[in-house]
């Protein structure tokens, strides 16, 4: 069933407004707090080489998503059913440790948006999670649910946008310094072998990694924009969602780096207030409390729909109560976090493992695009398989690497 019931003919404009909610949902779901504390963090140890890294992020998401998007949607099946044509039983250990991986990160999402709700109102924590929890649910209650979503991922997305660019202009970070050290490793490549690799996986777990990759596609499946003859649409629909993610990481990127530059230390307890209190003054405090809130509630929206979507075919008794399935996903991490309090170095850590789970997911997608069963007649283009492959070895060995890295972050 498509889009939840929906399946009449669309418009262009309805179709277009579809796509465009797809992109928004898959950048709005690799841009939520945990993201926003990651750069800060990144940004003031490495302050401009860390653009580098960034670069990474968006060339790796470049290749998953064109391959994700296209594969996944001229198939019309969802990540978890792809991986179970590969390998029988593949598909439900791939669901489970993406929805576990979505489950986790959705608790900091929910502490994101407790964090920016404080900011805004001086509201208790526990009492911001509550009434952001009870936002994104009326969301998943409304009739046209796929329209809701689009329409709040998209209003959310362009108002991060403006309010991020207006603490770039206060701010005045060096960008020219930022595009020559986004190119530097690539001139020098001894510079590549002392690069902290596990802030590379960190990033791309938290922003490529786990549930995020197959946002955006799944909520495409769901509409019902599915098969070969809509392959132009569906690669529209994911190059504008790796344009959107790229712009609005790289400018968090520069809106952090112009606040570290200035040299004050900056509070980490509340680092995206703090930082944007420092750089653009009390209005930048609320910008900041607007940024993090509208971060966090979206990916808690994304996190939520696209973890449940991976469960959804392989339980019958999911895919009948959809939606209240994605409600108790909400309620589960606003419960998690409300018992444990904010788990920042969760975050890190889901973050890193869904890095580890990437390379597995990609495999996945990249040997179904020749399995008949799956594509039929599609013929995928080989540099995207070609270029899937190098992502694949090299996010495999990005983790390899860091495995050491990541078990200190247990302990």
């Given at each position: 069933?498509t889009d939840?019931?929906?399946?009449?003919?669309?418009?262009r404009?309805?179709?277009?407004?579809?796509l465009?909610?797809a992109?928004?949902?898959?950048a709005?779901?690799a841009?939520?707090p945990?993201?926003?504390?990651?750069?800060?963090?990144?940004?003031?140890?490495l302050?401009?080489?860390?653009?580098?890294?960034?670069?990474?992020?968006?060339?790796?998401?470049?290749?998953?998503?064109l391959?994700?998007?296209?594969?996944?949607?001229?198939?019309?099946?969802?990540?978890q059913?792809?991986?179970?044509?590969?390998?029988?039983?593949?598909?439900?250990?791939?669901?489970f440790?993406?929805?576990?991986?979505?489950?986790?990160?959705?608790?900091?999402?929910?502490?994101?948006?407790?964090?920016?709700?404080?900011?805004l109102?001086?509201?208790?924590?526990?009492?911001?999670?509550?009434?952001?929890a009870?936002?994104?649910?009326?969301?998943?209650?409304?009739k046209?649910?796929?329209?809701?979503?689009d329409?709040f991922?998209?209003?959310?997305?362009?108002?991060?946008?403006?309010?991020?660019?207006?603490?770039?202009?206060?701010?005045?970070?060096p960008?020219m310094?930022?595009?020559?050290?986004?190119?530097?490793?690539?001139?020098?490549f001894?510079?590549?072998k002392?690069?902290?690799?596990?802030?590379?996986?960190?990033?791309?777990?938290?922003?490529?990694?786990?549930?995020?990759?197959f946002?955006?596609?799944?909520?495409?499946?769901?509409?019902?924009?599915?098969?070969?003859?809509?392959?132009?649409?569906i690669?529209?629909?994911?190059?504008?969602?790796?344009?959107i993610t790229?712009?609005?990481?790289?400018?968090?990127?520069?809106?952090?780096?112009?606040?570290?530059?200035?040299g004050t230390?900056?509070?980490?307890?509340?680092?995206?207030?703090?930082?944007?209190?420092?750089?653009?003054?009390?209005?930048?405090?609320?910008?900041a409390g607007?940024?993090?809130?509208?971060?966090?509630?979206?990916?808690?929206?994304?996190?939520?729909?696209?973890s449940?979507?991976?469960?959804?075919?392989?339980f019958?008794f999911?895919?009948?109560?959809y939606?209240f399935?994605?409600?108790?996903?909400?309620?589960?991490?606003?419960?998690?976090?409300?018992i444990?309090?904010?788990?920042?170095?969760?975050?890190?850590?889901?973050?890193?493992?869904?890095?580890l789970?990437?390379?597995?997911?990609?495999?996945?997608?990249?040997?179904?695009a020749?399995?008949?069963?799956?594509?039929?007649?599609?013929?995928?283009?080989?540099?995207?398989?070609?270029?899937?492959?190098?992502?694949?070895v090299?996010?495999?060995?990005?983790?390899?690497?860091?495995?050491?890295?990541?078990?200190?972050l247990?302990?």
């Amino acid at each position: 069933m498509t889009d939840l019931g929906k399946t009449q003919e669309r418009s262009r404009s309805e179709t277009l407004s579809v796509l465009m909610g797809a992109a928004f949902l898959m950048a709005t779901s690799a841009i939520g707090p945990g993201f926003l504390t990651q750069t800060i963090s990144f940004t003031n140890e490495l302050k401009a080489v860390f653009a580098f890294a960034i670069l990474l992020s968006v060339l790796i998401d470049i290749v998953v998503q064109l391959n994700i998007w296209r594969i996944l949607a001229v198939s019309g099946m969802r990540g978890q059913d792809v991986a179970n044509k590969v390998l029988p039983g593949l598909g439900y250990f791939l669901a489970f440790a993406v929805a576990l991986g979505g489950l986790a990160f959705n608790v900091g999402n929910v502490g994101g948006a407790a964090l920016g709700f404080q900011v805004l109102f001086g509201t208790e924590q526990m009492v911001g999670a509550v009434i952001s929890a009870a936002i994104a649910i009326t969301i998943f209650l409304w009739k046209d649910l796929g329209k809701a979503m689009d329409k709040f991922t998209q209003i959310l997305g362009f108002l991060m946008l403006a309010l991020v660019f207006y603490v770039v202009f206060v701010t005045k970070p060096p960008v020219m310094e930022t595009v020559n050290e986004m190119v530097k490793p690539f001139t020098n490549f001894s510079l590549l072998k002392e690069y902290k690799w596990l802030v590379v996986l960190t990033l791309v777990g938290g922003t490529v990694g786990g549930y995020i990759s197959f946002s955006g596609a799944h909520r495409i499946i769901d509409a019902g924009i599915t098969g070969k003859e809509h392959i132009g649409q569906i690669s529209k629909g994911s190059i504008n969602g790796i344009v959107i993610t790229g712009v609005m990481r790289y400018l968090l990127f520069l809106a952090f780096l112009g606040v570290v530059l200035l040299g004050t230390e900056i509070d980490m307890t509340n680092p995206v207030a703090s930082a944007f209190q420092i750089g653009a003054g009390p209005l930048g405090y609320r910008i900041a409390g607007v940024v993090l809130w509208a971060a966090a509630i979206t990916s808690v929206v994304g996190a939520s729909y696209t973890s449940v979507s991976f469960l959804r075919t392989l339980f019958g008794f999911v895919d009948k109560y959809y939606r209240f399935w994605i409600i108790g996903f909400i309620i589960a991490s606003t419960s998690i976090l409300t018992i444990v309090g904010r788990p920042v170095r969760l975050l890190i850590v889901a973050g890193s493992l869904n890095g580890l789970i990437l390379p597995l997911s990609l495999s996945c997608v990249l040997l179904a695009a020749y399995k008949k069963d799956v594509v039929k007649d599609y013929v995928h283009p080989m540099w995207m398989t070609a270029l899937g492959w190098v992502i694949v070895v090299f996010t495999a060995w990005m983790g390899f690497n860091s495995f050491a890295g990541i078990v200190k972050l247990f302990q």
